[in-house]
């Protein structure tokens, strides 16, 4: 895969650069905050070569691209603009965001660039207590020190990086957030809490609490400081600002924040954290239940991240959270989810994505490839992830599970966990539980006819594909689209059609019929995934001028007519009936070769051959 170019696809379907406000990615999607969500084409790409999905979320735009988001973010950042200076303002967007969509876009925002270095943290310390239970260190080694340090340091000191990430968020100036950040951790203020709970400032009483580890007084401080910077920039002198503003910044909101950001975060955060203690204690056995059963879409609509400062203030309280560790069941039944297609499936493709997939959830508790790959593709197993993740969930709530640092859900961090035994069995009951749904009642209804297409592909591993239309055919590159042109979506050719039938150039299965009926999709006899594109840009058309003669999951042979279009009516609207025939999975095949590049073509002539 080519990831330069898919970076230029993906930039240019968003809209543009210009069109976009700022751009993060986690560990598998790429987040846009855009402009104009309208500008963009989002069924484009999803269609794309390397994109799993698009989720529209939080106020975000999120591309889907799997484990290689970072080479594509990467090519993005180095090849446009995007991120740098001169960059419109949060301001100027015309995307209209709902007050909770806004909110829990700010949180990811602010935590999305700190996940690295809270998971890696959290690892380490899950690593330490293996190494302290082994017997390798005790609590007086200097070693255990030395790691202790390094793994609870991000922790400790979160409160200035979240006033770094989030200022950089709000657009204010990331080094003064840290110097607030800093100063409710600065030894002469925390000294004062050694003395009392209680000192003044002027004569104003200030009730004093612990900052370290805190997110929400921070999260307050410097959502109010972005907005009183903007201010101050406005209303003092350009010559005097750059010591005027934050030292009044700085002089302002540490004294506001110890009167009363301080607390009040605090307290708010201790309010929740008290709210999810009392329905654990209430019943352990419904919270993990509800909690298990629906985190997995928590993920998928961005909610979950309305839930991280709440996790991360109740380990910095307790010394452990109850319910991310409830939540862990999620990710055991979409692993279970993962193994159970593995093992049902006979589709090679299939099991290429399952396999990887499930590994990815074991070893590093990544499994978004299993959500969007699986899980949103083949909807009958949405409620295996439900019925699964619940039962998991709630052994987890009723064992009374504890999650004492914050790590991802794998293999290598079940020493994070507690009480242990009961949450082994309940991650393999749940496993089991989720493999063993997908191998009794199947993954969809067409998988027989899937399958028994992929037993045909083991033996036929060559075959000829012949022309679908009456036309003149061009190269690719020709074609004025440039995903098409690039062999982004794949190999193959394309022709201008004279006629307006279209008819199989193979033998196989109509895997997907689109809705608009402006596009089929063909897997044949030797594996291969062919997709005929009838025009450019026609899924505009919503199906009109379009008429289907054969069904979704059909069997064809070549020669058999898919569909009747009206080439006038859609030239007419304004459409090329450029048609594009390409091999979307042309890096399964050693050799594609094209037969004929130009001048006329009749139907049944062949123009590729496809070799395994």
């Not at 069109?19 to 309208?38: Q, S």
């Not at 999905?53 to 090519?75: I, L």
Request: aromatic share 8%; hydrophobic share 50%; with cysteine.
């Amino acid at each position: 895969m080519d990831k330069k170019a898919l970076a230029s696809h993906i930039v240019e379907k968003v809209g543009g650069e210009n069109n976009v406000i700022d751009l993060t990615h986690c560990a598998t999607r790429l987040r846009f905050r855009l402009k104009d969500e309208k500008n963009t084409k989002k069924e484009e790409i999803k269609k794309l070569q390397g994109i799993m999905s698009v989720v529209e979320s939080g106020g975000e735009f999120q591309v889907v691209v799997g484990s290689h988001v970072e080479e594509v973010y990467k090519e993005i950042m180095e090849n446009t603009s995007i991120g740098r200076s001169g960059q419109e303002s949060t301001e100027n967007t015309k995307t209209k965001t709902r007050s909770l969509d806004g909110l829990f876009n700010l949180i990811s925002g602010t935590f999305t660039p700190l996940l690295p270095v809270i998971v890696g943290s959290g690892m380490l310390k899950a690593l330490i207590i293996i190494l302290t239970k082994l017997g390798w260190l005790t609590e007086q080694d200097g070693a255990y020190a030395i790691l202790s340090a390094a793994g609870n340091a991000v922790f400790y000191f979160l409160p200035i990086l979240v006033a770094v990430t989030l200022a950089i968020k709000l657009k204010a100036n990331p080094y003064v957030a840290a110097a607030i950040g800093a100063a409710l951790m600065e030894p002469n203020f925390t000294a004062l809490s050694q003395a009392g709970d209680r000192s003044d400032f002027f004569g104003i009483p200030v009730i004093l609490v612990t900052y370290s580890s805190q997110v929400f007084p921070v999260f307050i401080s410097i959502f109010v400081f972005a907005y009183l910077e903007r201010w101050l920039k406005k209303v003092i002198h350009k010559n005097l600002s750059l010591f005027l503003v934050p030292m009044l910044s700085i002089g302002i909101l540490v004294p506001v924040t110890a009167l009363v950001f301080g607390p009040f975060g605090v307290y708010v955060g201790d309010g929740i954290a008290s709210v999810i203690t009392f329905l654990m204690n209430t019943s352990g056995l419904l919270s993990g239940a509800v909690i298990g059963a629906g985190f997995t879409f928590m993920v998928v609509l961005g909610l979950h991240w309305g839930l991280f400062p709440i996790v991360i203030a109740n380990i910095a309280a307790n010394g452990y959270d109850n319910m991310l560790a409830m939540s862990a069941a999620a990710n055991m039944a979409q692993i279970g989810l993962a193994i159970g297609v593995y093992l049902k499936t006979k589709n090679r493709d299939l099991k290429q994505t399952a396999g990887p997939a499930a590994l990815s959830g074991i070893l590093a508790g990544v499994t978004e490839p299993i959500v969007y790959g699986i899980m949103l593709r083949y909807k009958r197993t949405v409620p295996y992830i439900i019925i699964a993740g619940a039962v998991g969930g709630a052994i987890n709530g009723f064992f009374g599970a504890r999650m004492h640092g914050f790590v991802l859900t794998n293999i290598f961090a079940l020493s994070a966990f507690s009480p242990i035994i009961p949450i082994v069995i309940s991650f393999l009951i749940t496993i089991i539980l989720a493999a063993a749904l997908v191998l009794v009642f199947g993954y969809e209804k067409s998988e027989k006819l899937q399958d028994n297409q992929e037993v045909l592909s083991e033996v036929k591993i060559a075959e000829p594909m012949l022309s679908p239309l009456n036309g003149n055919i061009l190269s690719l590159s020709k074609v004025p689209d440039e995903a098409f042109a690039s062999e982004a979506m794949g190999k193959g050719i394309a022709i201008q059609p004279t006629e307006g039938k279209l008819y199989s150039p193979v033998t196989g299965v109509v895997s997907r019929l689109f809705p608009t009926l402006h596009a089929v999709l063909i897997t044949t006899e030797s594996g291969a995934e062919l997709l005929i594109h009838v025009g450019l840009n026609t899924v505009k058309l919503k199906g009109l001028h379009f008429k289907a003669a054969v069904q979704e999951q059909a069997k064809v042979a070549s020669g058999d007519l898919l569909l009747e279009f009206d080439i006038n009516a859609i030239e007419e609207a304004g459409y090329s009936v450029i048609t594009p025939i390409v091999v979307t999975n042309s890096g399964d095949f050693s050799e594609i070769k094209v037969l004929k590049e130009e001048g006329h073509i009749d139907k049944g002539t062949p123009v590729l051959f496809v070799r395994r």
